[in-house]
């Protein structure tokens, strides 16, 4: 069964101080991972989309990474308004490719 | 303009009414979507259409019953609304139905007394 698994659930970083968002995953066949934020009270907002393993892409801040197994969400010098929930998500096993999420990363930014 | 549009933004309501929700893209997309988050954040499919036919149906209660009238709109009616039901319903589109990136309306508000 496809799964997704993201860590820490929640994280704080003061301004400035560099961290790493975990998405683990399992699935037949990758066809893509994505990365939304999510802000409270808004819908999720696209940031990537990785497509095989050694693939990068960078977005300001923002630096996403995937392997076989992860990916892993790059943030670099945060700033309070980077304070959003992340959430990692994977077409699912039906044939319609809705995505799969994980539970998310809520990130805190204190200045 | 905004790009994937739902409406109401709230809705509060009693149990056992019935009640719509509907979306609307302007992006000229294929692939629309019903996405159903729960109290504690998490983000689950409920309905996909693609060029107003129902390829996914996951396991959501009968009472819940979508339509597409034209494939810029997918409207969720649910019927007898239970307790349960209150979460914050998010519309989703895609140009395609062969996994491209989805983009979110801005969600409805589901509060069921």
């Known amino acids: 069964e496809d799964q997704v698994t993201q860590s820490p659930e929640a994280l704080r970083l003061q301004e400035g101080e560099s961290s790493s968002l975990n998405c683990s995953y399992t699935?037949?066949?990758?066809?893509?991972l994505f990365w939304y934020r999510q802000d409270p009270g808004k819908g999720p907002e696209f940031l990537f989309t990785?497509?095989?393993a050694g693939e990068e892409k960078e977005k300001e801040r923002l630096k996403a990474t995937l392997t076989k197994k992860e990916s892993f969400l790059h943030i670099t010098a945060p700033k309070p308004e980077d304070s959003a929930t992340y959430l990692c998500?994977?077409?699912?096993?039906?044939?319609?490719?809705?995505?799969?999420f994980g539970k998310g990363t809520s990130l805190l930014v204190t200045p | 303009d905004t790009a994937v549009s739902q409406t109401p933004k709230y809705l509060v309501t009693q149990m056992g009414n019935d009640k719509s929700i509907k979306c609307e893209q302007n992006?000229?997309?294929?692939?629309m979507y019903w996405y159903k988050q729960d109290s504690k954040k998490f983000l689950k499919i409920m309905f996909s259409?693609?060029?107003?036919?129902?390829?996914i149906n996951e396991t959501v209660p009968n009472r819940f019953s979508p339509k597409s009238p034209d494939k810029a709109h997918l409207n969720l009616h649910i019927n007898s609304l239970e307790l349960g039901d209150s979460a914050v319903y998010f519309c989703?589109?895609?140009?395609?139905?062969?996994?491209?990136?989805?983009?979110f309306g801005p969600g409805t508000r589901l509060l069921v007394l």
């Open positions: 990785l497509y095989s």
């Open positions: 989703a589109s895609s140009r395609t139905r062969r996994g491209e990136t989805q983009y």
């Open positions: 992006l000229g997309h294929d692939t």
């Open positions: 699935v037949s066949g990758l066809r893509g």
């Open positions: 998500a994977l077409p699912g096993p039906h044939s319609g490719y809705a995505l799969n």
């Open positions: 259409y693609n060029n107003k036919e129902l390829i």
